[in-house]
């Protein structure tokens, strides 16, 4: 998955995709940016409780859950009890789902493959030297940074661009316990998100902004240890992430299955997420100005497949291909 700030990014570039139709319904858009954070709040969620290793292997598994499975059932649960309890008349509801939660399953869903392929891996293994998936969303970050908003992400305070600005909506999270218990049996799920709408600043402050470059260089030193530490801080040269970005457009195969090939960088894959999230989001909009909730509506609108893999739901797909370098 791209990382927070691509994801924030990725947020405030749509808005110029919409429709005027759809943007008049949406006169608060940038105030919920940190929507752009999807199923990524279960990670955030309680993240500095270390000694608390069966919550955060919980939080790991539901993230899981919502990346690789029934992701069109869980869109229609949610917008079916947003009807119910009225919250689909609440912008903040209406642009966690569409804007927010869709969309960062669509950008994972569009750019992981090539992620994975030029990482080599997905999840951390501690039989690897490093987690270099987590290094190159990093680097891809800064690159983003720096490309589309041309910010020094060394010295921008960028904690300020995930500060939660706004009262959540109970009504909101009332929904997300309803769709997420009836979608995958996760109990008091939005809950969870709550918490972590508020916990996300501080986790960026912490490991990703980095003004002096102190944080970078005890990461890396952890690196050997710890597996991973080299995805955090922001404090690096944003040329580091050009050798995974296939700006040449070479061709590359998808890490789990080798008969689909591509040329497209990763601006190509994330422009291309652009515009067909862009679609969706309007269709979403007219649906809830509707008021008329119909399941083969939903799921003829929100493609069944996968964040991790950009395949099909469901499917246990192991990694085949990777970049040689």
């Known amino acids: 998955m791209p990382g927070p700030k691509t994801h924030d990014v990725f947020y405030k570039d749509l808005k110029t ?38 919550q955060l292997n919980d939080n790991l598994e539901n993230s899981v859950l919502l990346q690789e499975y029934q992701f069109p059932e869980f869109v229609y649960q949610f917008l079916k009890s947003a009807a119910e309890n009225g919250a689909i008349e609440e ?5 966690f789902l569409g804007a927010g939660y869709v969309m960062h399953h669509l ?10 392929y030029y990482s080599g891996d997905h999840v951390r293994d501690p039989k690897n030297k490093t987690w270099m998936h987590g290094i190159v969303e990093n680097l891809i970050d800064i690159y983003m940074m720096e490309y589309k908003e041309h910010l020094d992400p060394k010295k921008y305070p960028v904690y300020r661009d995930f ?21 995958y049996q996760i109990e008091n799920g939005g809950c969870v998100f709550d918490e972590a709408f508020a916990q ?37 040269d944003s040329d580091s992430a050009l050798k995974y970005l296939n ?19 990763f601006l190509d894959l994330y422009n291309k ?23 083969d509506d939903i799921y003829s609108i929100i493609p069944n497949i996968s964040s991790v893999h950009g395949l099909e739901c469901g499917k246990k797909l192991k990694i085949k291909n990777k970049k040689i370098w």
């Open 91 to 95: 912008e903040q509801t209406r642009l």
């Open 163 to 183: 500060s939660l600005s706004f009262d959540v909506s109970s009504q909101l999270i009332q929904t997300l316990n309803d769709s997420l218990k009836a979608t």
């Open 200 to 236: 996300l600043e501080l986790f960026i402050r912490v490991f990703k902004y980095d003004r002096f470059g102190i944080k970078q260089r005890v990461f890396d030193a952890l690196d050997p240890l710890v597996k991973g530490s080299s995805s955090f801080s922001y404090h690096r």
């Open 107 to 116: 950008l994972d869903a569009y750019t992981h493959p090539q992620i994975i």
């Open 273 to 295: 997420a652009l515009d067909d999230g862009a679609s969706i989001v309007d269709e979403l909009e007219k649906i809830c100005q509707s008021g008329i909730i119909n399941k």
């Open 17 to 54: 995709k919409l429709s005027d139709t759809t943007l008049s319904s949406f006169p608060n858009y940038d105030d919920y940016a940190i929507f752009a954070q999807g199923h990524d709040f279960l990670i955030y969620h309680d993240f500095y409780k270390i000694k608390s290793t069966k």
């Open 247 to 265: 700006l040449e457009h070479d061709v590359w195969y998808h890490p789990m299955d080798r008969d689909i090939s591509s040329h497209d960088s």
